[in-house]
Each structure stands twice: as structure tokens, then as C-alpha cells.
């Protein structure tokens, strides 16, 4: 796995706990929430693009 795809599942995963503890506290935080949750999406559509460009060969003529 390149480095680049561990480190953003890394990421992905770490925003993940910080998400689930936000939303766990007594007076959850609205824009946290939303803004952790976007960072993970970006991510997410990162490592798609990534994975994406990974699985597609190129043609040889």
C-alpha cells in the first residue's frame, strides 16, 4: 500500500474517533461536527480518486 493511501486512511480513521467523541459529549458542538465530517468526506474522496487511478491500467498499443 503507497504511503500516501496509508496515511490518509490514517487520518480518515483518527477524524473518525474525533467525530464519535464530539457527538458523545453532553453539548455537542454543531460546527465541529460538521467540519469534522467534511474533512473525513474530502479525505474519503481523496483515497477514491486515489484507488480509482490505481485499479485503472493503461492501454498499450
Do not use: G, N, Y
Not at 3 to 22: G, I, N, P, S, Y
Amino acid at each position: 500500500m503507497p504511503d500516501t493511501v496509508f496515511r490518509l486512511m490514517e487520518r480518515h480513521q483518527k477524524l473518525d474517533e474525533h467525530l464519535r467523541r464530539a457527538q458523545s459529549r453532553k453539548f455537542p458542538d454543531p460546527l465541529e461536527i460538521v467540519r469534522l465530517k467534511k474533512l473525513k468526506l474530502a479525505i474519503k474522496d481523496r483515497l477514491s480518486r486515489l484507488m480509482k487511478r490505481r485499479t485503472v491500467t493503461p492501454s498499450i498499443h
